[in-house]
Every structure is written in structure tokens, then in C-alpha cells.
């Protein structure tokens, strides 16, 4: 690998994917870390609890690291930040909001304090290395979101993080276009934009029509009120509370992270509420039932969160009575459909009301994201000689391309990446020929990068077909069978329906051995262990069309 | 559980549930079935290839079974009838193309020729057992379907099978709606409507529709065309056949259900297409790019599908060139959004133009099943004086209910029903208080209902977190350990990562073994394997988080 470029962009996680976003910006020998976040395996990765980037690269190159910006606290941006913290050591620069949620998640860990942790804001001017960074304010589905400046001798990168354009933001929470467009004006060598909603046309809706539309649905509802979204919605969570102060209602919190963000949020005065207002879960009966609004986790459908447990009959305090009405603000993420529609049924079975559905089909939800004119706005805004598009799927990043080419970038200056691919800047010439270690990082239980492609396989074998495991102890000094072969199996087959087979095997498994003695084989034991797994594993599948794992364990005595 | 009552009904499967449609109409000693589904499973159900309902009720009253009436050719009415017919023989009643999917079924089992077939229409009258039964035709998103009416001593009840109102259907296939209009007026008893779009304000838009679009789409495109949809929709192929030929383009087939529905769909009669516009998709390549039409599996986005190994570059004869055209011609199924998401990333890779996206936004699809403005036309041509909404999941049903309502059905007369659930008739009296055995019987591999709950408990335990196998030879003689702990894992952790965790699960066995043994605990062993499997699990969870299946095994010598 080469060092001798100036400037260099490489995408460790993010691009071709959604989550694990990290992204980093090498000027000289500085390196800055954008993000750090983490992703959810799908379900082939069994076991797996979490995915983060595979930071080898910033490894290698520890002593030049400068720090770590982040662009705003969702798990896709922060989620990563304990893990990849124990390998590598890094000061955070992130706005207030942001920094009270890393801290939680740093206290969970038992990490406060093994890093320093600076707060910035959109108005804030830092250098990291040599590299002077600025920052501009955006909307997005959360507070305090960044986009970031770096200000290189080669020419100023901007990369957005996550936004969207609401021009009649909750909370006045206005994003700094004027800014934006003093940054283009003075013009962007490269700009990284992110393009989750490349695939939606025109321009996502105002915060605010939700809020009109929750406290409509506040106005209609008789009892009490279960409305669900992502806790870390606080513009959703306040027009929300907003709806209850309007309708008298109380305020009860049901979920982990629930309590968790309304209280960093409340502390950091992000969300306003009267703390008269707030009820324990505990005394929520001591209301009417007209009187209360439930905010709750479980608006993906997740089974154990709040909501599920409530629309189960499984939460220790709360219920469903015939009247109340449960509101979904949100929108079921591609994927968990299935999941939300069982706690739907389950409602519907508690004769409770239910709203529910896509954002766009009942008014309860709006994306965070920019959609295709608001892309098209941001390319504007900022007239980069070079576009990288990330944050997004290839198709995204595909569509996004198509949107930078129609607002006039040159074509042969949008780079679509892959993790690890490096666009080197020499003055303003770009070129991208090569790449860093990149990957996915399996983290399962506290392992970090302890699962591999192995270990998962085995799991897939496990998984479809269960286990058979034969065992056979074999005298040292004459080779004969003392005992077994014992037969045991597990996620195979009901015992009482297997004894015919098992007793098959039995047979099977002796005559190898007795076939392999005779050939005067005596050794090396691994041959007996493939040759009874190969005929016990063709009965098998004959007999039941499954392909167990077949382990022959031979135990000298 | 007692038989006095004159007339029953009986879901089971099909209600709670989208899959595997069976209810049974008994009347005094005949009972005759209405359709033999499947349904897939879900990830939860680890190795298990399809599931089909419960039949022991069928099976105890094996004698009184009449007979197999089938609605239609989907696999969640037709899937379960090789399974059952193998349990359970009867004969089997449905329209030519039914007969026709059926018989595919049956000859892929080996079972052609084992239970009689016979073919219907919807001008059929037949009498099973005692019971005259007459049938309608519908619109839905496969020819020749059919509405059942049972003629009961005790009145018509009226099991609708799948179906929209389409008034401007593909090949002129009319549903009877004059029929069901003397249906009703000559008295309903009860009422079996399906569910599966009661969630769906509106009507649902005519096949014709999609017709127009694929029209449009194929005038627009330029190079090859690849299409893909359900392979059943023989209305949606004959107007994709249509635009081919009107665009002057050959067809090529490529996946097996599509190659086995077209060879039967044309054999029967069911779809229009010169055999000079079939190409073989070896020949392809000898034609221009512009000239060829493919239509292909794989439309929900399957890896291995043919669409699937296209985009993925694993196709043996088919690829993408760039500028060809993909039409999705479907909707994703709630789940398969990731999987269909996949290929179009494959597919603008190779630089295709893509047509994908739900049914709505792209018109290249359209819903077979009735809307809610639809589902209230057929409660008001049959004016049933009971109603059981069916085929859908709870809250379909139960929107299904308030639509019932809404026209004028008796609140206290409609039942939500779960499977296994019997409404008697006594008169015009209805009574529901008794259950038969019912639920989800499982197929894995050649296996019918042999995985139950503890194989999938223990695959489910083995595909999070693996096995560690210790095994250890006692002498029978003095209780002493001839050898071992043999610690083996799979699925658990690297081996070069877990060597001190293994020395550590060794000594800890060899600790337990001793513990007991002092005790004088010299049996039962069972006691030993406890202990060891409550250590080494204690152990191994607090330095990993991780709960492996911990299996000990003693082997005495």
C-alpha cells in the first residue's frame, strides 16, 4: 500500500449495506475517523448479536488516528463505538445529544473514562492532526445532527451524515442551509452524501405532519393510549407529549430504552416536559384509563420489547382493555412486517383500536431521510467537483449517481465503493485503484471476531438437521472395540421414532470399523472417522432426506 | 366429543393463518374436505420444508370422509395432498388446470394413480355422501376457480375459495356473479369468505391493468427483456405473451415451475401462444437482444431461483447485458422485501434498467384477492345468515367481522374461528363449544410430523451457540476415569481461540468428577453429566456470553 497520496477517502463501512457506518478521511498523516456504527445480522448469521466494521486498517495505522466525529447517535453511527473502543483507543467529538447517548453506552460496557470524550456543536471549529474541520447543522430523526467539513490542503470534503431538509422542524431545530451554501459557493473538492431514500421521489414531509396527526388521533381516543415509535425519535417523542398536555393526559414510559433516551433527553433539554406529568408505569391504575398515554418501545414488533409484551398479556403491569387504542407511530422496517403483524392480531384480539401500517398510508410516521429532490437539493447546495454516494444499498448509491449526474456532476467523477475501496486525490485528480482490509466483524456474546466462517457453517449444519454423535472407545493395545458404538443425537429426530434408524447406524458403524480392521488399517484413526461419517451419512439421507452433522469420536482405552 | 349434531364446520388450517387452507363441512356421517394446503415456515421452525395441517379428525373418522373438493391450483390450497393423501386416501374433485397442478404434485410424489381424481366445472353438480354440491366461478389470480355450495338439510353454506371481483377479466374469464346473486336469494345459511385483503380500503384493480403497463414497458426497452412473476398467474403470462408478440419478440422460459405452468397451462388450453414464438434458452444467444422475452422464476427475489442466479452471474445459459431490461411483475411478499432488494443490487450492477418496487407504485401487479369494497359486495349478494370469516390471520378476520357488520350480518351471528374450532347447527340454531385435534404438522425431508417441539428446541439452542461435546471412559469396576475429559465443539468458537476456555471446561470436568466421587455419589451417572453440564455452562456463559448445548457423555469400560 502506498502512502504518498495527500488526501484519501475509504469507506469502512456503510457503503453497499445499511449500518456499520464508518468512514475515513486520510489527509497526510492524519487519519479521522467519521462514525462508528453498528449493524443487525440477518438471520443466516446465527448466533450472531452484532456487526461492526473490521478496523484493521485503523490498527495498522494506530498512531495516526486523530480522532473519531460523530454525525448523531443512532446505532448505525454510535452502536459500534464500545467494541471497536477495547481494540483501538480514540478521542470522540460529538454534539451534546449525541455524547450523552455514547456515554450510556460506555457505561454499559464499563468503558467511562478509558476515552476522552469532547462536545462540539454546528457552530464549533476543530483541528484534528492538521486538518481544520467545521460542521453544519442538519434535520434528521433525531437532535443535534452534523454534517462535517474537512478543510485539506487539496480541497474541503464534506460529508453529510444523515439528513433530511424540514423546513418546519419540531423544536425550531433548523438546519443551517445557509451554511451549506457558503460551503458550496466556496467549493467542495468531494462530497459524501448519504442515500437511504435515493429509491423515493420528491421531498419527505415536515416532522410536523405527524404531530398534526397524532393529536387528531389523541382527540378521537376513549381509553388509554399505547402509542410506539423509536425512542430516539425525540421530535416524535415531544409531539407526543405535546398531544398529551393538549388531551390532559398523564405520560407513562414502558421499555428500556424508552426510560433511557426520555431521561438523557429530558436532562440534556432536548424534550419538554412538565415532570408532573410523567407517571410510573407502577401507578398507571390509579388513573382513569382516559387519563393515561403510554409511550413504549416494540414499534418493530420485536416480541420481548414493551408493546409485545403488552399486546401478549406478558407485562408485569400494563394491559390492553377492550377500547384503548394502540398507535404504531411508524413504519415497519422491510424485514420485521411479520413480527408487527402479530402484535397487531394480538391487539385486535384485546378489542383494542389499532393504527397501524406504513408511515405514508396512516400519517403516524415520516422518514428521517432525504428524499430524491432533497438529494438533488443537497448536490446543489454544494456543487462538488468529485461525489461519492454512501450510506446506502447499491441500488441506492446507484439511483443516487443517477440524481448527482441529472443536477449536472460529471459522470466520470462519481465513485460508487465498496468497504475498503480508497479514492486517492493528488491536487484535484482523483483516482481509485486500491483497497484496505475491510470486512464484517461478528461480534457474539463478548467475542469479538471469535466467529467465523467455520463456526457459522457448522451452525447452519446444526440448525437444519441437528447432531449425531457416535462414540466408541477401542482397546490400545489390540484395537478392539471396548465399547459403543453409543449413539447420540440431538435436533435430529424424536427418539421414539428413530429407534429402527439408530439401530441401523449401529450396524452401519460396526461394520466400518470391522471392514477398516481387516484391511489391517489399524491407523490413522481419522480414516474409520470419515468412512463411518460418509456410510451413516448416505443411510441417513436416504432414509430421511436430512443431512445431520455426523461426529464419529473414537476413544482410545 | 359428541356427533348428534346434524351440520359442523370445521377449519383445519387457514384461519390465524395465511397457508394451508382445510376445513371440513360434516354433515351428519359425511364429511367432505375443502382444499389441502401448505404453507412455508418460518425462520423459527429450523430445518422444517413445509408445514400441512393437523388430520387426525380426518383420520379418526376415516370412513366418513367423502371426499377432497379443491377451490384452486395454489399451493396453499393444493400443497398439503401429497402429504395427506399418504395418510389418508380420498378422492379428489377440482377443475381441469387444478387436476392438471395436481396431478404434477402426485407424479412428483410417486403417487399418481393411488386416490381417484375427478374433474369438475363450475356447472358441475356432484353429491357426496348425502350432500348435494354445486359450485361458481371466481376471478382470482389463477383460471378456473371455483366457489363451493354445500345443499345441507339444514341450509346452503357457501365456502367462497379465493377470489376478487374482476369485471373485466383476462380471456374472458367471468366470475358468476348472477349465480351467486340466486345463491343468495335463495337463502345462505353460513358463510366461509376469505380474508387475506380485508386490510384493503377500495377495489382491487382489474388484471387488465397490469396488462397495459407490461405493454408500455415492453414498447419502451430496448434490449433483452427479463420478466418475472408467479409462475401460477397463467392470466398475468398470457398478457406478457401478448406484449411479446406485439413487440415483435420470441419467448424463452427459464426456472422449472415456470417451464412445468406454461407446459400445462398450454397443453390445457389455458394460455394463447404460437409454438414459433417459444425458444429454447440455449438458442437465445442466436437472436438479437431486442427479440427475446424471458420470462422466469424468482419474482420474490429467491437466490436460487432463475432470476436470482441471472442476476447473481450463475446462470448457465441466461445473463444480463448491460441496457436489458428487468421487470419485476409482482409484489414482494411481506419478508422477502431483503431478498428481492438483493437481486435489483445484482441487477444495477450489471447494469440493467429495473423495473421493481410494490404492485402500486409500479402498476406491474395488482392483488388477486378481494378488497374490502369487494369483500362487502359478496356478503351482500349471499345476505349469509351467519358468517366465518377465513383465510387470513386474526386481524384480517376481524376487519373482515366489521365489513359483515357494516352490511347488515348479525354482530352475534359471525364467528372468528381458530383452527380445530367446530360451529354446530342445530336448525338455524349455531353453537360453538367444541374443539377437534388440530395444528401444524411438520415435513422435513421425508419425515411428516416426526420433528417436534424438543428437535427444534435443541436446533435452535445448537444454531445460536453450537455444542461442546465432553466425554469421558469410567472403569466399571472401580469408578475410575480411564480417559478423558475429550472436549469436542462445533459451532461454539474458533479452535485457536478457545484453547485456555478448553483447558479450564477440562479442569473444571475433572473437578466435578472427583467432587461427586468423593461424595461416594458413584451413581447415577446422570447426577455426574448434571453437575459437569452446570459448571462448564456457568463457566463458558461468564467468560462469553455464550450458551452452547453442553452435552457430557460417560462411557463405561
Not at 31 to 56: A, N, Q, T, Y
Not at 300 to 320: F, K, T, Y
Not at 479 to 496: A, E, H, L, T
Amino acid at each position: 500500500m502506498t502512502t504518498n497520496h495527500k488526501l484519501s477517502i475509504i469507506p469502512l463501512g456503510g457503503v453497499n449495506e445499511i449500518g456499520k457506518n464508518m468512514y475515513v478521511i486520510q489527509c497526510g498523516d492524519d487519519l479521522i475517523v467519521v462514525d462508528c456504527g453498528s449493524k443487525f445480522p440477518d438471520e443466516s448469521l446465527l448466533g450472531i448479536d452484532v456487526i461492526i466494521p473490521d478496523i484493521s486498517y485503523l490498527i495498522e495505522n494506530e498512531d495516526k488516528v486523530r480522532g473519531l466525529v460523530v454525525t448523531h447517535g443512532h446505532e448505525d453511527h454510535i452502536g459500534g463505538i464500545p467494541y471497536v473502543i477495547k481494540q483501538l483507543n480514540m478521542p470522540i467529538y460529538a454534539t451534546r445529544l449525541t455524547l450523552g447517548l455514547i456515554k450510556g453506552k460506555l457505561k454499559e460496557h464499563g468503558l467511562l473514562g478509558t476515552t476522552t470524550l469532547h462536545q462540539i456543536d454546528s457552530q464549533s471549529e476543530i483541528t484534528l492532526g492538521s486538518v481544520p474541520i467545521s460542521f453544519f447543522s442538519t434535520n434528521h430523526s433525531i437532535p443535534d445532527c452534523l454534517g462535517v467539513v474537512f478543510h485539506t490542503p487539496q480541497g474541503t470534503v464534506v460529508h453529510t451524515g444523515d439528513f433530511k431538509f424540514d423546513l418546519t422542524p419540531v423544536n425550531n431545530q433548523y438546519a443551517d442551509i445557509h451554511k451549506m451554501a457558503e460551503i458550496g459557493k466556496n467549493g467542495v473538492l468531494a462530497l459524501l452524501s448519504e442515500s437511504t431514500n435515493a429509491e423515493r421521489p420528491g421531498f419527505t414531509p415536515s416532522e410536523r405532519l405527524v404531530g398534526a396527526n397524532i393529536q387528531e388521533a389523541f382527540y378521537n381516543a376513549e381509553g388509554m393510549i399505547y402509542i410506539t415509535t423509536f425512542a430516539s425519535n425525540v421530535h416524535r417523542l415531544q409531539q407526543i407529549i405535546d398531544a398529551a398536555a393538549k388531551t390532559d393526559r398523564k405520560i407513562a414510559l414502558a421499555g428500556r430504552s424508552m426510560v433511557n433516551v426520555v431521561d438523557i433527553a429530558s436532562t440534556l433539554g432536548y424534550l419538554n416536559m412538565p415532570q408532573t406529568m410523567l407517571v410510573d408505569i407502577a401507578d398507571v391504575n390509579k388513573y382513569k384509563r382516559n387519563e393515561i398515554t403510554v409511550m413504549c418501545t416494540g414499534s418493530q414488533g420485536e416480541p420481548m420489547a414493551a408493546l409485545g409484551r403488552i399486546a401478549s398479556g406478558n407485562h408485569r403491569q400494563l394491559a390492553v382493555h377492550p377500547g384503548d387504542t394502540v398507535i404504531f407511530a411508524s413504519s415497519p422496517i422491510p424485514g420485521n412486517e411479520r413480527n408487527v403483524a402479530r402484535i397487531v392480531d394480538n391487539l385486535f384480539e384485546r378489542k383494542a383500536s389499532v393504527i397501524y401500517g406504513p408511515g405514508s398510508s396512516t400519517g403516524m410516521h415520516v422518514s428521517g431521510h432525504a428524499s430524491q429532490e432533497e438529494l438533488k437539493l443537497m448536490l446543489t447546495l454544494m456543487k462538488p467537483q468529485y461525489f461519492i454516494p454512501i450510506h446506502g444499498e447499491y441500488r441506492m448509491l446507484h439511483l443516487h449517481r443517477q440524481l448527482a449526474e441529472s443536477v449536472g456532476v460529471n459522470a466520470s467523477n462519481i465513485y460508487i465503493l465498496n468497504n475498503g475501496d480508497v479514492v486517492d486525490f493528488a491536487g484535484s485528480e482523483a483516482l481509485q485503484e486500491r483497497k484496505v482490509s475491510n470486512g464484517d466483524t461478528y461480534v457474539d456474546g463478548l467475542g469479538i471476531g471469535d466467529v467465523g466462517n467455520v463456526v457459522l457453517r457448522d451452525r447452519k449444519v446444526l440448525s437444519a438437521d441437528g447432531i449425531l454423535i457416535i462414540v466408541i472407545t477401542v482397546g490400545k493395545s489390540d484395537n478392539k472395540i471396548v465399547s459403543g458404538p453409543d449413539i447420540i443425537s440431538r435436533g435430529f429426530v424424536f427418539v421414539k421414532e428413530s429407534e429402527g434408524l439408530m439401530e441401523e447406524v449401529h450396524r452401519i458403524t460396526l461394520n466400518e470399523m470391522e471392514q477398516l480392521q481387516d484391511n489391517n488399517l489399524h491407523k490413522p484413526w481419522n480414516l474409520y472417522k470419515q468412512s463411518i461419517k460418509e456410510s451413516v451419512g448416505k443411510f441417513l439421507y436416504a432414509k430421511t432426506k436430512r443431512r445431520p452433522m455426523i461426529l464419529p469420536i473414537i476413544i482410545l482405552v
